[in-house]
C-alpha cells in the first residue's frame, strides 16, 4: 500500500502504537493473558473468536482473519519497523482491577505486569502524553477502535 498510495517504500514511514485505557491490556505477553485473560476480556470487551469465552492469548498475536486484527499479528508489526508505547497510569488502573483476584496485591500485579510486557515495547507515564505530543516530532496521530456510544461519527 505504501508504494502505490503514498509514493514511498516500507522504510521511508514508523508506527508507534500508544495502547491506553482499556487497550493497556493488548500491550502484555501471552502469558499475562492467560494467566488474566477473564478480567483482560471484560477489560478490553474481546473475546474468543466464535466462542465468546475469554481469551487466553494476546487478541493481537491470533492469525487468523476471523479475529479483530485480521490477522495483522504483533509480530508483524513489529517486522515492519513498529514500535509500542503502554501507558504506565493505566497499567496501575489495570494492577489495581486485578488485584480483586485473591492472592496478590495491586502493588504485585503492578510489577509482574511491567516485567510481561511485549517485545519492541516501552512504559511512558501517560499514553495521553505519547499520543498527543506525536506531532511535535513530525508524527501524524491516527486513532483506531470501536467508537463509544457517545462518540458521534
Not at 488502573?93 to 502493588?107: E, F, H, I, K, W
Amino acid at each position: 500500500m505504501h508504494q502505490g498510495e503514498f509514493g514511498g517504500e516500507g522504510d521511508d514511514y514508523a508506527l508507534i502504537v500508544c495502547f491506553r485505557h482499556a487497550a493497556t491490556a493488548l500491550g502484555h505477553t501471552d502469558a499475562m493473558w492467560q494467566k488474566f485473560g477473564e478480567v483482560f476480556s471484560r477489560v478490553t470487551k474481546l473475546s474468543a473468536p466464535r466462542e465468546g469465552s475469554p481469551l487466553e492469548v494476546n487478541p493481537l498475536n491470533l492469525e487468523n482473519t476471523n479475529s479483530d486484527n485480521i490477522g495483522n499479528t504483533l509480530g508483524h508489526a513489529r517486522s515492519r519497523g513498529a514500535r509500542f508505547a503502554i501507558c504506565n497510569r493505566a497499567t496501575h488502573s489495570v494492577s489495581r482491577r486485578l488485584s480483586a483476584v485473591p492472592g496478590q496485591s495491586a502493588a504485585g500485579h503492578y510489577a509482574e505486569l511491567i516485567q510481561e510486557n511485549i517485545s519492541m515495547s516501552q512504559f511512558v507515564p501517560a499514553g495521553v502524553m505519547a499520543a498527543t505530543r506525536s506531532p511535535e516530532n513530525r508524527y501524524s496521530l491516527l486513532y483506531a477502535g470501536k467508537p463509544n456510544a457517545r462518540d458521534k461519527m
